[in-house]
């Protein structure tokens, strides 16, 4: 069975430091995989993705994120967090039933401090 | 590009009543729609998968007579929760798959329910 599991469920960073969001997966076969962003009573913004080609993604807003197959992980991260950065995260394993259904993670809370 | 709304944002219902929120695909044809619920500091709950002219899919524990999903064309999908209940008070987010792009999924800005 396919899953992802994200190993925080709340980061603090101060404005200007790196962040780092962990996500781990469990798949039977080569995933793809994503990463959303949840503003408070939002829906969910697409910041970067993994469909089997390059392993280190670059998304939206600086972010970037590297597959690492022998570590089943798949890390978002950020040289320089910025305010506006503060939000929900979310790692999503895309499964393949006939539909192609996500599967979430749990999700990871990022503050920034000022 | 790949833009979906949903309308209402915010509803507030007595309860009994029913409420129908519609997700829309505003500028590509959606293969697939689907439906989330979010409870709050919570995960995206997946409801049901819906494709254009047919019967939607339901996961396991989700009561379809409750939860009406009707998918008309590929740009428009209605969720209507039947005689709502406090309990069905959430947070409601569609999203849509693109067609040649089954497996990336673009979301709606959601729909706050609160039922009275």
């Known amino acids: 069975a396919q899953s992802v599991t994200q190993l925080d469920s709340h980061v603090s960073v101060s404005e200007g430091t790196p962040v780092l969001l962990r996500c781990n997966y469990s798949?039977?076969?080569?995933?793809?995989l994503f990463w959303y962003v949840q503003h408070p009573n939002k829906g969910l913004q697409l910041l970067l993705k993994?469909?089997?080609?390059?392993?280190l993604v670059k998304g939206i807003n600086g972010f970037e994120a590297e597959f690492k197959k022998s570590e089943t992980s798949f890390h978002l991260t950020k040289p320089s967090a910025h305010m506006s950065d503060a939000a929900e995260y979310f790692c999503?394993?895309?499964?393949?039933?006939?539909?192609?259904?996500?599967?979430f993670g749990t999700g990871t809370r990022l503050k920034v401090l000022a | 590009g790949a833009v979906v709304s949903q309308h209402p944002s915010r509803v507030i219902c007595k309860s009994g009543t029913s409420v129908k929120i519609e997700c829309r695909s505003l500028?590509?044809?959606?293969?697939?729609m689907f439906w989330y619920r979010q409870f709050p500091k919570k995960s995206l709950m997946l409801m049901a998968t819906?494709?254009?002219?047919?019967?939607?899919?339901?996961e396991q524990g989700v009561e379809k007579d409750k939860f009406l999903i009707n998918h008309a064309s590929l740009t428009l999908s209605t969720l209507t929760v039947t005689s709502a209940h406090p309990e069905d008070s959430s947070f409601y987010i569609c999203?849509?798959?693109?067609?040649?792009?089954?497996?990336?999924?673009?979301f709606g800005p959601g729909t706050r329910l609160l039922v009275l």
């Open positions: 999203s849509a798959s693109l067609l040649g792009l089954k497996e990336t999924q673009y």
């Open positions: 798949s039977s076969y080569s995933p793809s």
């Open positions: 819906s494709n254009e002219g047919s019967k939607a899919t339901y």
């Open positions: 999503v394993v895309s499964v393949s039933s006939g539909t192609y259904k996500y599967i």
């Open positions: 500028d590509f044809q959606a293969t697939t």
């Open positions: 993994y469909t089997s080609a390059a392993t």
